[in-house]
């Protein structure tokens, strides 16, 4: 730059045109200021640029950090939510378990039941005949009270009294049997 200042102030003092060398320092010296103020743009956009580059890199590191923590949160979530599937696939096969055996208990009592039922109606049936031929029975021998002779009421009598002890027909026939032969 003294160079050049110095052929500036020779070159002004000889009073004679501007020589070529006076030129190319003239030339140089815009260059040189030229290339300092581009050097100064171009550090100016570095530094927003580096400025930019490190927002980003703490705006991804921040993003990654949380991201990190989301997907340490979610196999905690995962591993609870497993062991609640386990537990409740324990459950629920302890409840089908259950169900079935009370499905296995009902089959049971509807079969006995079924059968107790048949009993019971053939039972009945059986009474209901016993105390139907019993009401004829009395029927008839009030009608024959006085007509019949007391030989044919002893023979009636001792026959109903060997049914009765045969145990032909229901427990409660039988009962039922005995009860009219001692009233007659």
Known sequence: AALAAAAAARTAAS???V?????????MEEMKAKGIAEKKQEEVRFSAFKEFCNGTARVKTQSIEQATRQMEKLQADIMQATADI??????VAALEEDLSNWRGDEQAATK????ENVDFKATYGEYSDTMDALARAIGVLKGLRGNVPQAALLQLRDGLARAAAAGAG???ARRALGVLLHTA
């Open 15 to 17: 009073g004679a045109g």
């Open 19 to 27: 020589t070529p060398i006076a030129k190319v320092l003239q030339l």
């Open 86 to 91: 386990e537990a409740l696939t324990e459950n």
């Open 112 to 115: 006995v039941r079924d059968k």
């Open 170 to 172: 229901p427990a409660q």
